[in-house]
């Protein structure tokens, strides 16, 4: 295979509570598989939300395009697990592609 176009997808994601909101003590963190992918490839952005039990926690539901020039090719159903001491961990992987070669800035992301 010859010369692959490659794209850089940078991630300034806002983790809304990673500094903590230690009143409610939630923890929201965004993580990409990779901030670099070939044209056309995929990668997964995991969204996680560690709270405590009982509370309700609605992950985006997004659909499509993130943002122009970036696609949602699947969102996975949100997962719930049980961490212990009280606590709740919620995740769901959004799994991405670009068919440009370019730089983008994904934006934040709202958890409720």
Request: aromatic share 8%.
């Amino acid at each position: 295979m010859n010369k692959i176009e490659r794209i850089f997808l940078s991630v300034f994601l806002i983790w809304f509570g990673i500094a903590s909101l230690s009143a409610q003590s939630v923890l929201v963190e965004a993580k990409i598989d990779s901030v670099e992918i070939p044209i056309g490839e995929q990668t997964s952005l995991r969204l996680t939300v560690n709270c405590d039990k009982g509370k309700n926690v609605q992950m985006p539901n997004l659909k499509d395009t993130l943002i122009s020039g970036v696609e949602i090719i699947r969102v996975s159903p949100v997962e719930k697990k049980d961490v212990g001491n009280g606590r709740m961990e919620w995740s769901r992987i959004y799994t991405l592609t670009s068919f440009d070669q370019n730089l983008y800035y994904l934006p934040p992301f709202s958890v409720k």
